[in-house]
């Protein structure tokens, strides 16, 4: 079964960088785009990043752009995010989702998902 | 990137029928027929219920069901049950070739 386990989440200050990974397993890592979400205590599901299938196009919100960096590691079947100058408005929970459709570019939806890693970013 | 626009909160009596809407623009839900739907425990992973607007994955009952109707899409959830009582969210891919999330709707069975 697919299964997708993040780690890397922490208390850390404002400006500074954290990188997440997402380690997966249960299903054919190379034929899925792969997404992180987030979410900011007590709000709602933000869309953060996607990288495709193959690595070569990687895609972010506006929120985030600039700042964070989405990859992945066909050997060790992890996908990872890069974040750097990190603000209070970063502090959230962190999914990790497969995209639903073989071979996409781009992402379309996300069909299964991790628990999550929790960043707190404060002074 | 403006969030989606769902209705913060929909209640229902066990057995009846809800629907949550989803507004967007021509950008995305008008754009596109890649409209999803989320359903979410809070401390959970969330659960995709509908994608491409009204597809269900295998193993989703047949009680969720997807449409829309140019900038707006709904989830229709029949014969409710108390477990249904969740966070439900929409998305949609935009022009942008991004993903945007709605704002979350909490369903309550009362």
């Known amino acids: 079964q697919v299964q997708l386990v993040e780690s890397g989440g922490g208390v850390v200050q404002p400006g500074a960088s954290l990188r997440l990974s997402c380690a997966a397993s249960?299903?054919?890592?190379?034929?899925?785009?792969m997404h992180w979400v987030r979410q900011a205590p007590g709000k709602g599901l933000e869309w953060v990043a996607v990288?495709?299938?193959?690595?070569?196009?990687?895609f972010y919100a506006d929120s985030v752009k600039g700042r964070f960096s989405i990859s992945r590691d066909t050997s060790t079947q992890t996908v990872s995010l890069q974040m750097n100058s990190l603000k209070s408005e970063d502090t959230a929970l962190y999914f990790c989702?497969?995209?639903?459709?073989?071979?996409?570019?781009?992402?379309?939806?996300?069909?299964?998902w991790g628990q999550g890693t929790l960043v707190t970013v404060s002074s | 990137q403006s969030a989606l626009t769902q209705p913060a909160s929909v209640s229902g009596s066990p057995g009846q029928s809800i629907t949550i809407s989803c507004t967007g623009t021509?950008?995305?839900?008008?754009?596109?027929?890649?409209v999803s739907w989320y359903q979410h425990y809070p401390g959970r992973a969330p659960k995709l219920l509908i994608f491409?607007?009204?597809n269900r994955p295998s193993g989703i009952s047949s009680r969720f069901s997807g449409s829309k109707s140019g900038n707006t899409a709904s989830l229709t959830i029949s014969g409710l049950l108390t477990e249904d009582e969740a966070d439900y969210y929409c998305?949609?891919?935009?022009?942008?070739?991004?993903?945007?999330f709605g704002t979350g709707t909490r369903l309550t069975v009362l």
């Open positions: 021509s950008s995305d839900i008008g754009h596109y027929n890649s």
């Open positions: 491409d607007v009204t």
């Open positions: 990288i495709s299938y193959d690595g070569s196009h990687q």
């Open positions: 989702a497969k995209d639903g459709r073989v071979g996409s570019t781009t992402g379309r939806s996300a069909d299964h």
């Open positions: 998305s949609s891919y935009t022009t942008d070739t991004t993903l945007v």
């Open positions: 249960g299903f054919t890592f190379t034929n899925y785009a």
